[in-house]
């Protein structure tokens, strides 16, 4: 494999043929630098972080869409939590969908580290949610659990991976750089663990 900006040929009518001719002469004049390949374990570690990443992705999305239902049935919570993946808000929309309509009942989850208070959630609470509203938001809800508990599975499989290729040490090794959290399984599986093969930090960037 190599980047495909050294082997760009001049403008013109191409065939395969031609092309594949102008690759061999590339390469028999030493024109050409073979790309890296990273080893087995690591494209392994990138297939399981990649997919992890795209998960996290699609739950990020049914939370959107949890809200914009909520907000069809002129119901405000994203105005008054701070998150809406939270412990409080997942209890009123877990009462709202058990068919709780008194909001001084949904407003009891609130705790007193809200900044919002009593009246202004209970406020942002009235609305209408119909039987397709509650169906939505069921069904989303249901959708998030079941990717939530894919997470923890790719997770378990990553630290597994981690620890049969011994590459524990190097992923603690990351968390010891500032701003660098535990998941840094992401950053061994983009650039590896053979430091040799990039010669600088611009290098490392691109």
Known sequence: ?????????????KTDKKDSKW??????S??????FIPPKPIRELRDLTRYRRKIIGQIASEKNRSQKV????????SSVVSNMSGATA????????????????????????????KKELQSALKGEL??????????????ITEKEALIEKLDKRIDEHLKSNELTLDSELLQTIPGV????AGILAEIGNDMER????????S
Do not use: C, Y
């Open 198 to 205: 990039i010669p600088n930090e611009q290098h490392l960037a």
């Open 70 to 77: 909520l907000e069809d049935a002129n119901i405000k919570l």
């Open 1 to 13: 494999m190599v980047n495909v900006r050294h082997i760009k040929n001049v403008p013109g009518h």
């Open 30 to 35: 030493g024109l050409l630098q073979g790309s």
């Open 90 to 117: 997942t209890m009123i929309i877990d009462a709202m969908i058990a068919g709780e309509e008194d909001v001084e009942k949904l407003a009891r989850p609130r705790h007193g580290k809200m900044q919002t208070n």
């Open 181 to 184: 959290g535990k998941n840094t």
């Open 23 to 28: 690759i061999v002469k590339l390469l028999m």
């Open 130 to 143: 119909a039987d397709h509203h509650k169906f939505m938001l069921t069904t989303i809800m249901e959708s």
